[in-house]
C-alpha cells in the first residue's frame, strides 16, 4: 500500500511538468511569430518622378481609305462580251484593253454606211454634171432670147430645168452629210465595242464575264482607281474645326497651317504607315445628323500597298501643351470616376494623392492638378502600397525600354 501512495504524486507531477513544456513551446512560438511579423522588409516598389517639359496633343480620327480618282466602266453598245485584256487587281495604263464586245454587227453596220455614203457621193456627182448641162442651156438661150434667135419659152425652160438640177444637187450634198454622220455614227459605236481604261490606275473586280450579254443599262463592267497617291477622308467634330480655324484667323495664316500639317495613318494591324500625308481639303458643309465635318488627307502609296475601302485612323499634332505634367499611365488608377496616384516623400512613405487628369501622350497621362514637379509616384507596385506604408522605392523601368534591352 505504501508503493501505491509514493507513485501516485510521481505521475501528477510528470504531468504538470509535460503541460509546462508544451505551455512554454507555444508561448515562445506565438513570441516569435509576432516578432517575425513585425520585422517585414518595405515593399520593393518601382517610382517614377513627375516630368514638366512641353509636350505635342495629338488628335486621332478613324479614316477610310479611297482612290485619288476613281473611274467606272461601262458599256456604251449592247453586245456580247468577247474577251477580257486584263488581270483584276493589276495596275493599268490610259487606254489599255480591258474588254472587246463582239464588233461584227458594229463593223457591219460600219461598212453598210461607208456604202451608202459612196452612193451619195455618186448621186452629188451625177447631180452636178446634170446642173452643169443645165446652166449651160441657160448660158446658151439667154443671148438668143436677146435676139430672138430663140424663144422666150425656150430660155424659161433652161432657167426651170438648172433651177431643179441645183436643187438635186442640194439634196445630194444634204444626203452625203446625212451619210458621214452615219458613217461616224458607226465608227463611234465599233470604237465602244473596246472598253479601255480611262485614267492609269489599279483595275478592279470584273463585275460581268466573257460571254455574257451587256447593255448600257448593264451597270459597271470594272472600275479602276488612283491610288497613289491615296486619299484618307476622316470625320472631326465641329468644335475641333472651328479651334483649329480660329488659332488661324486669316486664309493665308490657315493655308500655311494647312500645308505644314504633318499626319500620321494608323493601320487596320495598329501599325504606322512609314510615309506621312498631307492636308487636302474639308468638304463644304458640316453633317447635320452628327455635327460633324468631313476632311480628307493624301498619303504617298508608290507601292500600292494601300487600297480604296481600307480602314485607318488618322493622327496628328493639333496643339502643343506648355510645361505639362507627366506621369506613367501605370501609376493612375480610377476608382469611381475618381483618379488617384501613390506618391512617396522623402521619407519613403507612401500618401495617396487625388488628382486631376488631361489628355493622354503615349504611354504617359497630363497631370492638370494634383502633383507638383519632382514628386515621385509608384508606377508598379500599387497594389502593394498603403498610406504611410513604408516602401522600397527602385527606378521605374517603362515595359517597352525592358523589351528594347532584351
Same mark, same amino acid.
Given at each position: 500500500?505504501?508503493?501505491?501512495?509514493?507513485?501516485?504524486?510521481?505521475?501528477?507531477?510528470?504531468?504538470?511538468?509535460?503541460?509546462?513544456?508544451?505551455?512554454?513551446?507555444?508561448?515562445?512560438?506565438?513570441?516569435?511569430?509576432?516578432?517575425?511579423?513585425?520585422?517585414?522588409?518595405?515593399?520593393?516598389?518601382?517610382?517614377?518622378?513627375?516630368?514638366?517639359?512641353?509636350?505635342?496633343?495629338?488628335?486621332?480620327?478613324?479614316?477610310?481609305?479611297?482612290?485619288?480618282?476613281?473611274?467606272?466602266?461601262?458599256?456604251?453598245?449592247?453586245?456580247?462580251?468577247?474577251?477580257?485584256?486584263?488581270?483584276?487587281?493589276?495596275?493599268?495604263?490610259?487606254?489599255?484593253?480591258?474588254?472587246?464586245?463582239?464588233?461584227?454587227?458594229? @463593223?457591219?453596220? &460600219? %461598212?453598210? #454606211?461607208?456604202?451608202?455614203?459612196?452612193? /451619195?457621193? +455618186?448621186?452629188? !456627182?451625177? *447631180?452636178? $454634171?446634170?446642173?452643169?448641162?443645165?446652166?449651160?442651156?441657160?448660158?446658151?438661150?439667154?443671148?438668143?432670147?436677146?435676139?430672138?434667135?430663140?424663144? @422666150?419659152?425656150? &430660155? %424659161?425652160? #433652161?432657167?426651170?430645168?438648172?433651177?431643179? /438640177?441645183? +436643187?438635186?444637187? !442640194?439634196? *445630194?450634198? $444634204?444626203?452625203?452629210?446625212?451619210?458621214?454622220?452615219?458613217?461616224?455614227?458607226?465608227?463611234?459605236?465599233?470604237?465602244?465595242?473596246?472598253?479601255?481604261?480611262?485614267?492609269?490606275?489599279? #483595275?478592279?473586280?470584273?463585275?460581268?464575264?466573257?460571254? +455574257?450579254?451587256?447593255?448600257?443599262?448593264?451597270?459597271?463592267?470594272?472600275?479602276?482607281?488612283?491610288?497613289?497617291?491615296?486619299?484618307?477622308?476622316?470625320?472631326?467634330?465641329?468644335?475641333?474645326?472651328?479651334?483649329?480655324?480660329?488659332?488661324?484667323?486669316?486664309?493665308?495664316?490657315?493655308?500655311? +497651317?494647312?500645308?505644314?500639317?504633318?499626319?500620321?495613318?494608323?493601320?487596320?494591324?495598329?501599325?504606322?504607315?512609314?510615309?506621312?500625308?498631307?492636308?487636302?481639303?474639308?468638304?463644304?458643309?458640316?453633317?447635320?445628323?452628327?455635327?460633324?465635318?468631313?476632311?480628307?488627307?493624301?498619303?504617298?502609296?508608290?507601292?500600292?500597298?494601300?487600297?480604296?475601302?481600307?480602314?485607318?485612323?488618322?493622327?496628328?499634332?493639333?496643339?502643343?501643351?506648355?510645361?505639362?505634367?507627366?506621369?506613367?499611365?501605370?501609376?493612375?488608377?480610377?476608382?469611381?470616376?475618381?483618379?488617384?496616384?501613390?506618391?512617396?516623400?522623402?521619407?519613403?512613405?507612401?500618401?495617396?494623392?487625388?488628382?486631376?487628369?488631361?489628355?493622354?501622350?503615349?504611354?504617359?497621362?497630363?497631370?492638370?492638378?494634383?502633383?507638383?514637379?519632382?514628386?515621385?509616384?509608384?508606377?508598379?507596385?500599387?497594389?502593394?502600397?498603403?498610406?504611410?506604408?513604408?516602401?522600397?522605392?527602385?527606378?521605374?523601368?517603362?515595359?517597352?525600354?525592358?523589351?528594347?534591352?532584351?
Amino acid at each position: 500500500m505504501g508503493m501505491v501512495f509514493i507513485k501516485k504524486p510521481e505521475r501528477r507531477f510528470a504531468k504538470c511538468a509535460h503541460a509546462l513544456v508544451i505551455a512554454l513551446v507555444v508561448s515562445s512560438t506565438i513570441g516569435c511569430g509576432e516578432k517575425s511579423s513585425g520585422s517585414l522588409p518595405p515593399a520593393s516598389v518601382e517610382v517614377a518622378q513627375v516630368e514638366q517639359r512641353d509636350v505635342p496633343i495629338y488628335g486621332e480620327w478613324i479614316g477610310t481609305l479611297d482612290g485619288f480618282v476613281n473611274a467606272d466602266v461601262r458599256a456604251q453598245v449592247t453586245g456580247y462580251l468577247l474577251r477580257q485584256g486584263y488581270q483584276e487587281g493589276s495596275f493599268v495604263k490610259k487606254g489599255q484593253l480591258l474588254f472587246e464586245i463582239d464588233p461584227r454587227p458594229f @463593223q457591219a453596220a &460600219l %461598212d453598210q #454606211a461607208e456604202g451608202q455614203l459612196a452612193q /451619195a457621193t +455618186a448621186n452629188l !456627182a451625177n *447631180a452636178k $454634171a446634170v446642173q452643169g448641162r443645165t446652166q449651160l442651156d441657160v448660158e446658151r438661150y439667154t443671148p438668143l432670147a436677146k435676139e430672138q434667135a430663140a424663144s @422666150q419659152q425656150d &430660155l %424659161d425652160n #433652161a432657167v426651170q430645168n438648172n433651177l431643179a /438640177a441645183e +436643187a438635186t444637187v !442640194a439634196t *445630194a450634198e $444634204a444626203a452625203i452629210k446625212t451619210d458621214a454622220a452615219a458613217v461616224e455614227t458607226a465608227k463611234i459605236n465599233l470604237d465602244f465595242t473596246r472598253l479601255i481604261a480611262p485614267i492609269d490606275g489599279i #483595275a478592279g473586280q470584273a463585275q460581268l464575264q466573257v460571254g +455574257a450579254l451587256v447593255t448600257p443599262s448593264s451597270g459597271v463592267v470594272t472600275s479602276v482607281s488612283t491610288v497613289d497617291p491615296i486619299k484618307a477622308y476622316f470625320t472631326v467634330s465641329e468644335s475641333e474645326y472651328l479651334d483649329w480655324n480660329k488659332r488661324f484667323p486669316t486664309e493665308t495664316s490657315r493655308d500655311v +497651317a494647312d500645308k505644314n500639317l504633318r499626319l500620321q495613318l494608323i493601320l487596320a494591324d495598329g501599325s504606322t504607315y512609314a510615309r506621312e500625308g498631307t492636308f487636302y481639303f474639308a468638304d463644304r458643309q458640316v453633317n447635320i445628323g452628327t455635327g460633324a465635318i468631313r476632311l480628307a488627307a493624301l498619303f504617298p502609296n508608290p507601292g500600292n500597298i494601300l487600297r480604296p475601302g481600307g480602314y485607318g485612323r488618322v493622327r496628328t499634332a493639333v496643339r502643343i501643351q506648355k510645361d505639362a505634367l507627366l506621369v506613367p499611365q501605370r501609376a493612375v488608377t480610377e476608382l469611381q470616376g475618381a483618379y488617384q496616384v501613390a506618391v512617396v516623400d522623402h521619407e519613403n512613405k507612401v500618401s495617396i494623392q487625388t488628382v486631376s487628369v488631361g489628355d493622354r501622350v503615349g504611354s504617359d497621362w497630363i497631370i492638370t492638378e494634383g502633383l507638383k514637379p519632382g514628386d515621385r509616384v509608384v508606377a508598379e507596385g500599387v497594389q502593394k502600397v498603403r498610406p504611410g506604408a513604408q516602401v522600397n522605392p527602385k527606378p521605374y523601368v517603362p515595359a517597352s525600354t525592358t523589351a528594347e534591352a532584351r
